[in-house]
């Protein structure tokens, strides 16, 4: 059985930086694109970041273009996500995702039509408040 699991969320004030992490049992993620979403209370969820599983390619939604950057461990089987100058308006549960037949993120664009992804891991509440 596949789980993924996140972690690192927190209440952090404006300005501030957390890393989340996620990682997986059951699956290695190998050579498998793991995405980032996110969803605001009474909002869509959305796909906040990407990266592909070979050949380092990233995406990044316009609002954390800057700040947010994806990292990944393949040895460790886990991937990072490390939110630096958090926003009020970065509130949000943060999700991974993969799936065993998506290899690669091709960039920005897959964070507005993306794959299906068939294993999400619990989310991990990210509040930025002063």
């Known amino acids: 059985q596949v789980q993924l699991a996140e972690s690192g969320g927190g209440l952090v004030p404006p300005g501030e930086s957390l890393r989340l992490s996620c990682t997986a049992s059951?699956?290695?993620?190998?050579?498998?694109?793991i995405y980032w979403f996110r969803q605001a209370p009474e909002k869509e969820r959305e796909g906040v970041s990407c990266?592909?599983?070979?050949?380092?390619?990233?995406g990044f939604i316009d609002s954390v273009k800057g700040r947010f950057t994806i990292s990944r461990d393949d040895a460790g089987n886990m991937v990072y996500l490390q939110m630096n100058s958090l926003k009020t308006e970065d509130t949000a549960v943060y999700y991974c995702a993969t799936d065993p037949l998506v290899s690669a993120c091709t960039g920005d664009n897959d964070l507005k039509i993306f794959p299906p992804l068939n294993y999400w891991g619990q989310g991990t509440q990210v509040t930025v408040s002063s």
């Open positions: 059951g699956f290695n993620f190998d050579h498998h694109a």
């Open positions: 990266i592909s599983g070979s050949d380092d390619v990233k």
